[in-house]
């Protein structure tokens, strides 16, 4: 795997549907959150999300996944539709 490869990395922001969404560190964050997917160098995926605006970032429960035959944007998408349906959303599978 190229370097290139293992630093690809997706960020949006996104509001949490109701339920919000499930993290290791804090439980379920809600309201406006920013979600950052990043491809590790042994080619799984880290999902992390934080309060738009806030410096701490906290790791979606379900992680680190493998990526997907999609690739890494389709499974930062499918992060994205989980947090934004709710109920305490984690990294789907």
Do not use: C, I
């Not at 701490?56 to 996944?65: D, I, M, S, V």
């Not at 997907?68 to 499918?78: I, K, N, Q, S």
């Amino acid at each position: 795997m190229n370097a290139e490869a293992s630093q690809e990395h997706y960020e949006d922001k996104v509001t949490a549907g109701p339920g919000g969404a499930m993290t290791d560190d804090v439980g379920v964050v809600t309201g406006d959150l920013t979600v950052a997917t990043a491809r590790r160098p042994d080619g799984l995926a880290d999902v992390r999300v934080q309060y738009t605006g806030a410096e701490e970032w906290y790791t979606l429960t379900g992680g680190p996944r493998a990526v997907p035959p999609g690739g890494l944007r389709a499974f930062h998408d499918a992060v994205l539709a989980a947090v934004r349906a709710g109920g305490a959303a984690e990294v789907p599978r």
